[in-house]
């Protein structure tokens, strides 16, 4: 009876570890980082759900879940060295947690990255996946802009909040005698992270507050919010985001690109972000002034 007892309190505390592991998403994400580095398929299995729907393309039928497992816990065996996943943005709604992020690793002797999303449900023994999508791992692309350690989940506010935003950076430039940088985007577009560390950069951060207001809009999820607002100032969407815009403090567009110049990051470098900068920043005669 003793051992009985003894060996149900050891199977209740262990239960108890398990759910403080996963006590909010974050922590659930995390347990599954040191499973997937591990290659710890029972430990993976744990923090998903047996109804969990993955998928690697929305126009396939979803994955077995042993499947899922598989691939995830096969990584240590493919030469999986290091892992350094970016979570992008965090959103909150009807019971469940989304995770975007970026998973940049190290697999044998080359650099690699693949987007995941993730969505997790509170159950009683912990956060648990309930759906999850993820792309192919391709090679890293090289880049010189710096990228952040720990992007901003809450660099684009709600699309909603565009306009309200706006009218208030205007503002603010023209009290400040700058111009506003209007950067289309979304908080799930790895290279708009890219764009707004490097303006947070020592190298940059002085030219960007001496003569900007940046302000991010936000398309939304589908890239379909704010369309008409884009079109308003000119700014072409359909070649990809991050997008910019310069508008003087009344509103008046002084450049709107066209052609996507800053939608891979990997393709640019710190001489063109500062030629963009000293070349539409506020003049002599400029309305700022």
């Not at 759910?19 to 909010?24: D, F, M, V, Y």
């Not at 509170?122 to 802009?145: C, H, M, Y």
């Not at 815009?245 to 800053?262: H, I, S």
Request: net charge positive; with cysteine.
């Amino acid at each position: 009876m003793i051992a009985r007892i003894s060996g149900t309190v050891g199977v209740l505390l262990l239960a108890r570890i398990v759910s403080a592991a996963t006590a909010t998403p974050i922590a659930a994400f995390k347990a599954w980082k040191t499973a997937v580095i591990n290659g710890d398929q029972a430990a993976l299995a744990k923090l998903y759900s047996p109804n969990a729907q993955v998928f690697t393309d929305p126009n396939t039928p979803p994955l077995a879940l042993k499947d899922e497992l598989a691939y995830w816990a096969g990584l240590k065996s493919q030469g999986l060295s290091a892992l350094n996943p970016r979570l992008l943005d965090i959103i909150a709604l009807d019971g469940k947690t989304r995770l975007r992020l970026r998973l940049s690793a190290t697999i044998g002797a080359t650099r690699q990255y693949a987007g995941v999303r993730q969505e997790w449900v509170q159950q009683a023994d912990g956060w648990k996946i309930v759906a999850s999508r993820r792309n192919a791992f391709a090679t890293e692309p090289v880049r010189t802009l710096p990228q952040p350690a720990a992007p901003n989940v809450k660099l684009y506010s709600e699309p909603r909040e565009a306009e309200a935003e706006l009218k208030a950076a205007l503002a603010k430039a023209g009290q400040e005698h700058k111009r506003v940088l209007v950067v289309f985007g979304g908080n799930w577009c790895y290279d708009c992270h890219v764009l707004d560390a490097t303006f947070h950069s020592k190298a940059f951060a002085p030219l960007v507050d001496k003569n900007y207001v940046v302000l991010h809009i936000n398309i939304g999820e589908e890239g379909k919010d704010n369309n008409d607002l884009a079109a308003r100032l000119g700014v072409a969407l359909d070649k990809g985001v991050p997008s910019l815009g310069v508008l003087e403090p009344d509103g008046t567009v002084v450049y709107a690109q066209k052609d996507g110049e800053f939608e891979a990051t990997e393709k640019i470098g710190p001489a063109d972000v500062r030629a963009f900068l000293v070349k539409w920043k506020p003049t002599r005669d400029s309305k700022n002034i």
